[in-house]
């Protein structure tokens, strides 16, 4: 069965820093997606980013970034310029392919500072 | 993108008690699912909301407990039945649009229970 993991429960940095965010994941398909979702304190989630695996490209959004290491089943989200708008709880989410069912790590609540 | 609303936003029962949470998405969808999210945790997938059939449950979660209807493409409800204090949880409806797609997954703003 496939896993995800997130190892850091919470996180922290400075307005305009930048933060990275651990997602490891445990799969045999090679077929799949990868997503971070954000869910500030009003509680809506929302997808930041998504990536197929079969991309070798990380993808961007903006002030947000992936780093996808397919062999090591690592997918980190990197969140440059920090603004107090990011503060929220961070899940990153697995999807096989051809499949319904989104698999949720644990979550990593992550503060921004002034 | 998918617009979900959900009713209602929050609400406290009474043990025993049973609440009916409704879901409405702006545009037909083929796939709705249930989740459940305890207080600081993860969220936890109860069920795939099928159109016209039965809703297909995950392990753990059982029909007589959390009864869902699907009667059309845009539509769901999730009934949680014979509430107790551990029913006190966010339940968040998601919705995508085909089956298998890598289309993106949206959530609701989810329902808020509190079970005394």
């Known amino acids: 069965a496939q896993t995800v993991t997130q190892s850091q429960p919470e996180m922290s940095v400075q307005e305009a820093e930048t933060v990275t965010l651990s997602c490891t994941y445990d799969t045999s398909e090679s077929d799949y997606y990868l997503f971070w979702y954000k869910q500030p304190p009003s509680r809506q989630m929302i997808l930041v980013i998504r990536?197929?695996?079969?991309?070798?490209q990380n993808a961007t959004e903006n002030r947000f970034s992936v780093n996808f290491q397919k062999a090591a089943k690592s997918f980190s989200l990197k969140i440059s310029d920090s603004q107090l708008g990011d503060a929220a709880m961070y899940f990153c989410a697995y999807r096989s392919e051809g499949a319904d069912k989104l698999i949720f790590g644990t979550g990593t609540r992550l503060q921004v500072f002034p | 993108s998918a617009v979900i609303s959900q009713k209602p936003s929050r609400d406290i029962c009474q043990r025993g008690t049973s609440l009916t949470i409704q879901c409405q998405v702006d545009?037909?969808?083929?796939?709705m699912f249930w989740y459940r999210q305890q207080p600081g945790q993860s969220l936890t997938l109860i069920a795939t909301?099928?159109?016209?059939?039965?809703?297909?449950?995950e392990s753990g979660f059982v029909i007589d407990k959390f009864p869902i209807s699907r009667p059309n493409l845009t539509f769901s409800t999730l009934t949680v039945s014979n509430m107790s204090p551990e029913d006190s949880s966010i339940y968040l409806c998601?919705?995508?649009?085909?089956?298998?797609?890598?289309?993106?997954?949206?959530f609701g703003p989810g329902t808020r229970l509190l079970v005394l």
């Open positions: 545009s037909q969808v083929t796939m």
């Open positions: 998601s919705a995508r649009g085909r089956p298998g797609s890598q289309e993106t997954q949206y």
């Open positions: 909301a099928n159109q016209g059939s039965e809703a297909t449950y």
């Open positions: 990536q197929e695996a079969y991309k070798q």
